[in-house]
């Protein structure tokens, strides 16, 4: 009883922080993004790198833009990290071998950070705090730009012009992410996290063997791997690692981290289109789905099918007994819900419902709150296909925020949204199929079906997290996740501008007898309910053959 206590008073603590900080926040970020005054670090970096930052670009334009600086990133954390023997602070290790510095880029620059490596026994400092935490900034920042883009797309009409893409990857990065991670990462450090420069240290354990324990800049890289939902951890073990999350309340700082920016987005996306109510029906949307993944995961973990859990009240194994069952089910559930992918708790240990929680968090296409940035667009393009599916009920021409969803908005609308499927159902067969998928399985049934699942489902989502039974450090697997990282990220953001650019050549259609209501609670629980449906639809048999078979064993 005391523990389930507990856990619910940590929700619900979580819950009152994140709403605390929606408005001021998101209202922060609203200046930040339309403001029309260049500071002198931020005209030094236009001058830099070539750009003139009152210019604005056309859809395509920003795409490219997008495309090219993410090519840029590809190319230079492969060769930093093929480098790394001959650069400072290498602590001797060797060079990440090909295919795994291919899918590393990869997952760096797509915001993914999936990890088939031991961070402190495979990169040296450098490598760690230059190439992939700066990736952990800039791919955050990425993500709140084509996020920004869309809602222009909205908020303008009958132009041809988005934005700015290199003002607003710089804004989001210096503006936003830069000062709250500074702030989190010294609160970290006063919490215990590491943050030295030290190769390692040597120490003899309880059994008399010595071990020696990397430390590293773990602290800054720990701050904005969580607010810029990336989740790459400076160690192995992520965030059930003492050295980056030592105590419950750092626990629930990292988890607030991970929820802040993605629920303070739609007070911005309000202010942009100058309805502030439609702000708060986006986020009620997502604080529904959330509320409901969150107390389900909680529900399945503490379930205590068998003796040993019976006897610990709850699924107890591969949970660091600091934070505890609930706790870390909080955790599963927010950083599946976003594109974090980090982890403070094994989720291949979980029951098979709370396993099944953590994959449909990702296959809802991570909108509640999901990734910085990612998760609002993807929220956005899911509530252009509910007023699609809601016109064609009362056979009227579908409108959202002023804007007529036509056939060429609800195509681009629907290739979003199969893009992932594609890919997750795809990867998963081919990997079954091929002796190079099956051979890195450790469990056969539907628990191995459930490794190789999540991981597609991770990888093509963004999201980074695993079930750790499967062996994912060959070629194969490098190669195949890297592929479905790369376009899990890169389509999804070419059909996002596509519609933004389509939405800001029209003009505003002004509210009729027929315009569905945007902003109530019926339409609140349609676009919940739309998302749920179109999930069940596509993964529902994928599901029954793994998690959901092994769950009602």
């Given at each position: 009883m005391g523990s389930t206590t507990a856990g619910i008073l940590f929700l619900g603590s979580l819950v009152l922080a994140v709403a605390a900080a929606y408005r001021p926040l998101g209202d922060y970020m609203f200046r930040a993004y339309t403001g029309t005054k260049h500071s002198r670090v931020e005209r030094a970096l236009y001058r830099l790198i070539g750009v003139q930052p009152d210019g604005e670009q056309t859809w395509g334009v920003y795409a490219r833009s997008v495309l090219a600086f993410s090519a840029i990133g590809v190319l230079f954390l492969y060769g930093f990290q093929r480098l790394q023997n001959h650069l400072l602070l290498s602590l001797g290790m060797d060079p990440v071998k090909p295919d795994?510095?291919?899918n590393t880029a990869v997952s760096f620059v797509t915001n993914t950070n999936w990890q088939s490596y031991s961070g402190e026994s495979t990169m040296g400092h450098l490598v760690q705090m230059a190439g992939l935490a700066v990736q952990?900034?800039?791919?955050?920042?990425v993500g709140m730009a084509v996020a920004i883009a869309l809602v222009r797309g909205f908020a303008r009409k009958r132009t041809d012009r988005l934005g700015n893409f290199w003002v607003d990857l710089t804004r989001g990065?210096?503006?936003?992410l830069l000062p709250i991670a500074f702030v989190a990462a010294i609160v970290l450090i006063a919490g215990g996290v590491v943050q030295n420069f030290e190769g390692g240290t040597t120490v003899s354990t309880l059994s008399g063997v010595h071990q020696t324990i990397t430390g590293g800049p773990v602290a800054g890289q720990e701050a904005i791997k969580e607010l810029g939902t990336n989740g790459g951890g400076f160690y192995n073990a992520n965030s059930a690692h003492p050295f980056e999350n030592p105590t419950s309340w750092t626990n629930w700082l990292e988890i607030f981290l991970i929820l802040l920016i993605p629920f303070a987005l739609p007070r911005t996306?309000?202010?942009?289109?100058?309805?502030?109510?439609?702000?708060?029906?986006?986020?009620?949307?997502?604080?529904v789905i959330a509320m409901g993944s969150v107390v389900l995961t909680m529900v399945f973990q503490g379930m205590h099918h068998g003796t040993v859990p019976t006897a610990v009240g709850a699924a107890a194994e591969g949970t660091e007994s600091r934070f505890g069952v609930l706790n870390s089910a909080v955790f599963a559930a927010s950083t599946t819900l976003t594109s974090t992918g980090a982890v403070n708790s094994f989720h291949d240990s979980y029951t098979g419902l709370g396993g099944m929680m953590t994959m449909f968090n990702m296959m809802l296409g991570e909108v509640a709150p999901g990734g910085a940035g990612s998760g609002l667009y993807g929220m956005l393009v899911l509530a252009v296909i509910t007023v699609f599916v809601a016109g064609l009920m009362v056979g009227r021409?579908?409108?959202?925020?002023?804007?007529?969803i036509g056939a060429r908005e609800i195509k681009l609308a629907a290739a979003y949204f199969l893009i992932t499927p594609m890919l997750v159902l795809a990867g998963t067969a081919v990997a079954m199929a091929t002796g190079s998928g099956r051979e890195g399985m450790l469990n056969s049934g539907p628990h191995g079906l459930s490794e190789v699942l999540y991981a597609f489902t991770s990888a093509s989502n963004n999201n980074g997290s695993a079930f750790a039974g499967l062996t994912v450090n060959t070629a194969f697997y490098d190669t195949a996740l890297g592929l479905c990282m790369a376009?899990?990220?890169?389509?999804p953001i070419i059909f996002v501008l596509a519609l933004a650019g389509t939405l800001a050549r029209q003009g505003h259609a002004p509210e009729s007898e027929g315009t569905l209501p945007t902003h109530r609670p019926q339409f609140v629980g349609?676009?919940?309910?739309v998302a749920v449906i179109l999930v069940a639809l596509t993964f529902l048999p994928?599901?029954?053959?793994?998690?959901?078979a092994e769950g009602l064993h």
């Open positions: 795994q510095a291919w952990n900034f800039v791919s955050a920042a990065s210096l503006r936003i996306f309000g202010r942009m289109v100058g309805q502030n109510r439609q702000g708060y029906a986006i986020a009620a949307v997502m604080g021409t579908p409108e959202y925020l002023g804007k007529k376009l899990g990220r890169f389509m349609m676009v919940a309910g994928a599901l029954a053959l793994g998690p959901l």
